[in-house]
């Protein structure tokens, strides 16, 4: 199998203030850590390798794809997006990567000069013995990232002895290092769980042959470099009887649409544990790879993860059930996370001592709970899954997937004990997903602790990037806290992993009423009603108006919308306009009676004026709000302003 393009060398390289560690795509600054995919990783290391030049598209192209790819210029255009995300270059005025239009790319950063390796000079009394070689020292060279580009030089020696046994000993650490690289260890061996990636067979000749490399690409980006679950390139299973998985599949043209059958497979028992057909638009052939990892990186990720906690390999059966959990409980349409319930009561009449078979229980009637119809269903659910997650918690303490699913079936409102099982499944065991920072950085958004929400959504996008709801969350997160370019990029990740074209136009939707974009709002292909679309439309333009009276007559259509299409957008535009009693009262109404957006809605920025509301402490209080900030002895943000709203006397 053919493998993703490589890194160049292994080397460090700082530049304002950042530090790129290229072999492992890491990039730290100020104690904040990400980890490149590998494409955006090659983009930056191709521009900082030019600091200042223009480095063309098709420099980066050929860099990127050295075999070529399918729809290159999308996947550029995405690369060096995700790029700038992770800088955080994403205002108007570019700080790292300036856009040459149709041209190319360039860095604008000041790289560090790399720091000399400095050798003492050797004394004379010295210079006559060859000097000790210590092997363990070399080991650490070896398998340590350099810090520097300067090779470390042997010291002056004025005799040809001397020259001779330098020599000798150059020799011997070289021959040391090429031993240590043919024994070195497997570099998958830290994974707990490794799937084998087979590839995908095209079976339609018109498909493009690259997109076999870009699937295995896409699939090896959607597993964390340091993660349990790990995915590997391996021509054949590690020798022994441990477990081996693979996955692979075929990809073929059926009508208009773009079939693609995948399948994990158990090495040794020869059993299919999963297998799954989805139907993509044959329109859109360069984004299959893309989905091919969101779709099966997550299930596999999920399964692999689950099963390696088990003290010993799970049946295959129990397997081909775990695995049907969570193709259920990673489906993007939550009202199809029902689905996950079923399978995940087999694990456990199978295995009732698996505390992860306990947590997808727990984990299905939270789905059920998300898509209830009726409050009695509700209640039952939740009950049902806090006794499922105490269960998996008896069984092994440090369960963190049944903690952080147990604080999703509380009381909605029952904050403080939220927070603390969220907390405990932080500190208990990283999930390769992130999700006890998802929902710990969701929670901390609706109590008002904006600043320290984003720090958790950012964490958890950085770990799991390819979810549609992780990049979601966290650009409500940062149009909360008033940075709507930087939610912009990750509104467009978002709306990039759509698992269909009506989704993503739902989530284009979202996006556009969340940032007040006029000009997306007016695109007519979006999910929004003529009513809603003239009213949104409209105010947004008299919010650029001196007139009273066409502010006047904005707020008046606004208010006419029905109680249904009076959203979180309405409200907030109505507030930019000045009706902060009617923009109070439509947010109450959402955030006492839904759970998304839930109270997050009175911590947009732009709601601030409707915190001075008579009737906001009541709200509050209803809210569990009060209840949480006086217990915790915390605060929200917004209470730590100049001219605070007159509640945050009450704390």
């Known amino acids: 199998m053919e493998s993703a393009p490589k890194m160049k060398s292994s080397r460090v390289i700082s530049f304002d203030g950042w530090v790129l560690h290229a072999e492992t795509g890491e990039l730290t600054k100020e104690g904040r850590k990400t980890r490149l995919q590998q494409l955006p990783l090659l983009a930056l290391d191709e521009l900082l390798a030019r600091p200042g030049e223009l480095v063309t598209r098709e420099q980066l192209i050929a ?69 000790e070689f210590d092997r363990r020292a070399v080991d650490r060279r070896a398998v340590t990232p350099a810090t520097t580009t300067s090779a470390a030089r042997p010291g002056v020696l004025s005799s040809r002895r001397g020259v001779t046994f330098a020599a000798a000993f150059l020799v011997t650490v070289a021959a040391a290092v090429a031993a240590w690289w043919v024994r070195r260890p497997d570099q998958t061996a830290a994974h707990g769980m490794t799937v084998r990636l087979t590839g995908f067979q095209l079976l339609s000749p018109d498909l493009p042959a690259t997109i076999r490399e870009t699937v295995d690409a896409e699939l090896t980006a959607a597993f964390s470099i340091d993660g349990v679950v790990g995915a590997s390139s391996a021509s054949a299973p590690a020798p022994g009887a441990t477990h081996a998985y693979t996955l692979g599949g075929t990809i073929q043209r059926d009508g208009a649409s773009i079939r693609v059958i995948t399948r994990m497979i158990n090495e040794r028992s020869g059993e299919i544990l999963w297998s799954n057909t989805s139907n993509y638009d044959g329109n859109e052939v ?49 009202r199809d996370g029902r689905k996950a319930l079923v399978p995940a009561q087999r694990v456990v009449a199978a295995v009732p001592d698996f505390s992860w078979g306990w947590a997808a229980v727990a984990g299905g009637y939270w789905k059920v709970a998300l898509s209830a119809d009726s409050s009695r269903v509700l209640e039952e659910a939740r009950a049902s899954g806090r006794e499922a997650a105490d269960r998996a918690i008896a069984i092994d303490a440090r369960n963190s997937e049944a903690l952080y699913i147990k604080s999703m079936v509380l009381d909605r409102h029952d904050w403080i004990g939220r927070e603390d099982l969220l907390k405990r499944a932080i500190a208990a065991q990283r999930l390769d997903c992130g999700c006890e920072y998802h929902q710990y950085g969701w929670m901390l958004l609706n109590v008002g602790r904006t ?31 008033g940075k709507p370019d930087e939610a912009k990029l990750h509104f467009d990740a978002a709306i990039d992993l759509a698992p269909n074209a009506p989704f993503a136009k739902s989530l284009a939707s979202f996006k556009a009423v969340q940032i007040g974009d006029v000009d997306l709002l007016r695109d007519p292909t979006l999910p929004i009603s003529d009513e809603v679309r003239a009213a949104l439309v409209n105010g947004h333009r008299a919010l650029a108006s001196r007139d009273s009276g066409t502010r006047a007559q904005a707020i008046e259509a606004l208010l006419a919308l029905t109680d249904a299409q009076q959203t979180e957008g309405v409200a907030k535009l109505l507030a930019q306009l000045g009706a902060n009693r009617e923009a109070f009262q439509i947010a109450a109404r959402i955030a006492t009676t839904t759970e998304y957006p839930g109270p997050t809605i009175f911590w947009d920025q732009r709601m601030h004026g409707t915190l001075a509301d008579p009737g906001f402490p ?21 209470c730590d302003k100049e001219s605070p709203p007159p509640f945050c006397e009450m704390i």
């Open 286 to 334: 360069s984004r299959v790879p893309r989905h091919i990892a969101v779709d099966a990186g997550n299930v596999v990720r999920c399964g692999l993860f689950g099963a390696s906690t088990y003290h010993k390999p799970l049946p295959d059966s129990v397997l081909r059930d775990y695995m049907l959990f969570c193709e259920g409980h990673w489906d993007p349409n939550l």
């Open 451 to 481: 600043n320290e929400s984003l720090e958790q959504l950012r964490q958890a996008n950085d770990m799991l990037a390819l979810y549609v709801y992780t990049p979601l969350n966290f650009a409500q997160g940062l149009v909360i806290a």
């Open 63 to 131: 860099r990127l794809w050295p075999k070529g790819v399918v729809d290159f210029d999308t996947g550029l255009n995405t690369a060096v997006r995700k790029l700038r995300v992770a800088l955080g270059d994403v205002g108007e005025v570019p700080r790292y990567i300036e856009t040459i239009p149709r041209k190319g790319y360039r860095f604008l950063g000041t790289i560090d000069p790399p720091a000399e390796v400095v050798t003492p000079s050797v004394p004379a009394a010295e210079r006559e013995s060859p000097p």
């Open 618 to 638: 009541s709200v509050a209080t209803e809210l569990g709000l009060l209840k949480y900030w006086t217990t915790t002895r915390t605060r929200p943000d917004v």
